[in-house]
């Protein structure tokens, strides 16, 4: 089983400050781990994703985020936070190569985190 | 550019009444879900399909049918609608590379469903 848990339902920054939302995760074997945003009245998309290489990932729009297997964590962060990175932010975990290929991209999302971006 | 497209987008339904959400992806996509979105629960997978004729109950599909019977299409069916079922209704594809499923999923942009 797996699980995916976001501190904070809603995250304020002013333009220009860092960006940190945090996602924490629970996976009974190696994980595949993701972030997505979400626009409004829009579907999601893939800011970037964990696949077992590099511990760093680095994604879309300046965002990156760490794997750190030993605190379970998948924190997302941008330097300098943009207007334009106003939106809602969903980690998600899948079972990753290690289950045979047999996850067939099954997504488990967290609840959910609305970033707000004050000028 | 169409990449998935749902139809319809809006949608008020009353207790009972019967419903079908379509699906279409022109990515050539093996896989396929559906998902609803409800504040604060984050997006919970209804139903999914791993190929043409192939689908699979993921973790909330109680009240929900779905179809898969041409590769490109999924279709999202309410039997007898329900006021719970208020919710937006997310379509995704995802593919094969070497293999395994990425987990890399397109979304549709959404069916939002309101039911009396």
């Known amino acids: 089983a797996q699980s995916v848990t976001q501190l904070g339902s809603h995250v304020s920054v002013s333009e220009g400050a860092l960006v940190l939302l945090r996602c924490n995760y629970s996976?009974?074997?190696?994980?595949?781990l993701f972030w997505y945003v979400q626009y409004p009245n829009q579907g999601l998309q893939l800011l970037l994703k964990?696949?077992?290489?590099?511990?760093l990932v680095k994604g879309i729009n300046g965002f990156e985020a760490e794997f750190k297997k030993s605190e379970t964590s998948f924190h997302l962060t941008k330097p300098s936070a943009h207007m334009s990175d106003a939106a809602e932010y969903f980690c998600?975990?899948?079972?990753?190569?290690?289950?045979?290929?047999?996850?067939?991209?099954?997504?488990?999302f967290g609840q959910g985190t609305i970033l707000t971006v004050h000028p | 550019n169409a990449g998935v497209t749902q139809t319809p987008k809006f949608r008020v339904l009353k207790t009972g009444q019967s419903m079908t959400l379509l699906c279409a992806q022109d990515?050539?996509?093996?896989?396929m879900y559906w998902y609803r979105q409800d504040p604060g629960m984050g997006l919970r997978l209804i139903h999914y399909?791993?190929?043409?004729?192939?689908?699979a109950k993921g973790e909330v599909p109680d009240g929900y049918n779905v179809s898969r019977l041409k590769k490109q299409n999924f279709l999202l069916g309410l039997e007898s609608a329900a006021p719970s079922q208020t919710s937006v209704y997310f379509c995704?594809?995802?593919?094969?590379?070497?293999?395994?499923?990425?987990?890399?999923?397109?979304f549709g942009e959404g069916s939002r469903l309101t039911v009396l």
């Open positions: 995704a594809s995802s593919y094969i590379f070497g293999g395994v499923n990425t987990g890399e999923l397109f």
């Open positions: 996976s009974s074997v190696p994980p595949y």
């Open positions: 964990y696949t077992s290489a590099a511990t």
């Open positions: 998600a975990v899948s079972e990753g190569e290690n289950a045979g290929g047999t996850s067939y991209g099954k997504l488990t």
């Open positions: 990515m050539n996509h093996e896989y």
């Open positions: 399909s791993v190929g043409e004729g192939t689908t």
